[in-house]
């Protein structure tokens, strides 16, 4: 699988921290740390990718 860009931000607005990949539009996840929030885009960036493949939407690819 490849390894995207990863983004980890503290959200005063949220109270929390936001970790996304800008490659896969609108993939991102919260957690209370840097490393829940790092954990929790692990698990919604496998979903994200599986939901476009089975929808045939193209993939960043290496």
């Avoid at 995207?4 to 109270?15: L, T, V």
């Avoid at 609108?26 to 979903?47: H, N, W």
């Amino acid at each position: 699988m490849r390894d995207y860009h990863i983004n980890i931000f503290y959200s005063p607005e949220d109270r929390g921290f936001i970790a996304d990949i800008p490659d896969l539009v609108a993939c991102s996840a919260y957690g209370q740390t840097p490393a829940e929030a790092l954990e929790q885009l692990q698990i919604a960036k496998i979903a994200w990718l599986e939901a476009a493949q089975e929808a045939g939407k193209p993939i960043l690819q290496e």
